[in-house]
């Protein structure tokens, strides 16, 4: 299984960037898809964006696409989540996901492990 932590969250203002990382441990992560999902104050946990296993195909929810860009570096055990310009909506806490197959992780699909979750706040 594949253990995630986060890091890169923090407080920004509307139409800043910042840039998340996922690093991972465990020998099957440079073969398990990988996602982004995040979880605003009060509601449901969301997809943002899923990477395949090789960084070739990615998926991303409309909400962010053209925003937000997901990539891996498998040499280095870590997925990143880059993220401009960001809105008031994207406040939430961010979590990192494995999936259970080489495929990109997209809504719905079963997830293997999850991380702690980075708090990302945007402010005006």
């Known amino acids: 299984q594949v253990q995630l932590v986060e890091s890169g969250g923090g407080s920004v203002q509307a139409g800043g960037s910042l840039r998340l990382s996922c690093a991972a441990s465990g020998r099957t992560f440079g073969v398990t898809g990988m996602g982004w999902f995040r979880q605003p104050p009060g509601k449901e946990r969301t997809f943002v964006a899923g990477?395949?296993?090789?960084?070739?195909?990615?998926y991303y929810a409309d909400s962010v696409k053209g925003r937000f860009t997901i990539s891996r570096d498998n040499a280095k055990n870590t997925v990143t989540l880059q993220m401009n310009p960001l809105k008031l909506e994207d406040t939430a806490v961010y979590l990192c996901?494995?999936?259970?197959?080489?495929?990109?992780?997209?809504?719905?699909?079963?997830?293997?492990?999850w991380g702690q979750g980075t708090q990302v706040t945007v402010s005006s």
């Open positions: 996901a494995a999936g259970k197959s080489t495929l990109v992780v997209r809504p719905g699909d079963d997830i293997g492990s």
């Open positions: 990477i395949n296993w090789s960084g070739a195909n990615t």
